[in-house]
């Protein structure tokens, strides 16, 4: 990726076996998409920075330098910007440029503890920074971002909820079924159950939705993908609602001891893992969202959270 200055200096920012490595397009704020290199947690970032002095021109300079940084940005009541890594480089000692020069740069082995993120009011974001100082004039800087993927053989455990259950570090179980309940007393009383609260990105969400009492005339029911930032603390909390995919499960009245199959598959949809305080800064969840709507319009629904984690990069 090469960034050019007008005048007097060209940069370019290399990492090693860029063109090489998985990427991940993902949309800049402005609506484009931007084609990222993907990075995990733990591995080493290298690459090179060249400078270019214009022909015949001679660049003073105060030293050069390139760090690796980790920020979060929030925006309430502005944009509020918070470094949780920050690794720096020398790469020049302060002289002069007079054509261009290349130096190498190493940064091994770096944790990175969350995964990088764009939401509608919180961004992690991890990028390599340039900084050129100069006596008689402003700093140049550019910026190279990556994207940083955590990868989960097993998902974040979920806090304790009453009922508990223990397995055996070599012993094979079944997964609890988790089992959400919709209903008005004597009127209606649904059961939506799926195999587990806890799935990967390209996971498939299996169950079954069972009528056992019926005496309101339901015109249809929706199922849906709920993915909820919040951002901040009270009292200046935002909390962001986006809907990933909303779909019409039955149409018209069902009977008491019906049964729908529900089979939904992850792996189609823009979705996020769950992000718990990140930080103290924000937290991204995601939610199934039952709802049902009479021939009054009148609508009865339940929410019930899904842990979602990554597996692998693909």
């Not at 974001?125 to 994207?147: A, D, G, H």
């Not at 990933?244 to 792996?267: C, Q």
Request: hydrophobic share 35%; net charge positive.
């Amino acid at each position: 990726m090469s960034i050019f200055f007008k005048a007097p200096l060209d940069v370019e920012i290399r990492l090693h076996n860029e063109e090489k490595r998985k990427h991940v397009d993902v949309k800049a704020p402005q609506g484009r998409l931007e084609r990222l290199p993907i990075y995990q947690d733990g591995e080493t970032v290298k690459g090179t920075v060249t400078l270019r002095a214009k022909e015949g021109r001679r660049i003073p300079h105060n030293g050069v330098k390139v760090q690796l940084l980790g920020t979060i940005e929030t925006h309430i009541d502005g944009v509020n910007s918070d470094n949780f890594l920050s690794l720096a480089t020398e790469l020049a000692a302060p002289g002069q440029l007079t054509h261009h020069e290349t130096y190498p740069f190493e940064f091994k082995n770096v944790e990175k503890q969350y995964e990088s993120y764009r939401g509608k009011n919180a961004r992690l974001r991890y990028f390599l920074k340039v900084t050129v100082s100069r006596k008689s004039s402003n700093e140049i800087t550019r910026e190279k971002e990556l994207w940083v993927y955590q990868i989960s053989s097993l998902p974040t455990p979920q806090p304790s909820s009453g009922a508990s259950s223990s397995n055996g570090k070599n012993k094979a179980t079944a997964p609890s079924t988790v089992k959400m309940d919709v209903g008005i007393e004597d009127c209606l009383h649904i059961e939506f159950e799926y195999s587990k609260s806890r799935f990967s990105l390209k996971d498939v969400i299996i169950g079954r939705i069972y009528f056992l009492l019926v005496r309101l005339k339901i015109k249809h029911m929706e199922l849906s993908l709920i993915r909820r930032e919040t951002v901040g603390a009270p009292p200046n909390q935002i909390v962001d609602s986006q809907t990933v995919v909303r779909f019409e499960i039955m149409d018209g009245a069902p009977v008491k001891g019906e049964t729908i199959p529900i089979r939904l598959f992850l792996g189609g949809y823009d979705l996020t893992p769950t992000y718990r305080d990140v930080n103290k800064k924000f937290s991204t969840r995601t939610y199934l969202s039952l709802v049902l709507i009479d021939e009054d319009a009148r609508r009865y629904f339940k929410q019930s959270e899904i842990i979602l984690y990554r597996s692998s990069i693909s």
